[in-house]
């Protein structure tokens, strides 16, 4: 049964169990879960920003923008009459792309807005 059939299964659960049993018992301290919620920040490189619900919420409206361009981009490339197929074809289908990815990205970024202050949903 491979290199995991003596048992080795039943012994890492139990040991992960054991540790599990271990962590629960320390105390969670409020102030570390407010220095967890403001820890927000992304990093690239030299770049820097606070991950805010306004910020997720400006980024998924720049989504939603380019989605639609991109849609009325590929909506000109389907209707104008080409004799280069291919071309054609490749352009519509990067278009499209495009404006699912946008939408994917602004959805995800709705639901990030509101996993980060769910305590104003409720005010």
């Known amino acids: 049964m491979g290199q ?19 962590l629960s018992k320390r105390p969670v301290i ?3 879960v407010q220095a967890m919620k403001e820890k927000r920040k992304l990093k690239f490189g030299e770049l820097q920003f606070e991950l805010t619900a306004q910020n997720a919420y400006i980024g998924a409206a720049i989504g939603l923008v380019f989605g639609f361009f991109s849609w009325q981009l590929a909506q000109g490339v389907q209707s104008n009459p080409d004799d280069t197929q291919a071309l054609k074809v490749a352009l519509v289908v ?19 807005a509101q996993q980060i202050n769910p305590e104003d949903k409720s005010n």
């Open 4 to 22: 995991y059939g003596n048992g080795e299964f039943k012994k890492i659960s139990e040991t992960m169990i054991k540790i599990g049993k271990v």
């Open 94 to 112: 990067l278009g499209y792309t495009s404006t699912a990815l946008s939408v994917a990205a602004a959805v995800g970024l709705v639901v990030l």
């Open 30 to 32: 409020q102030a570390e």
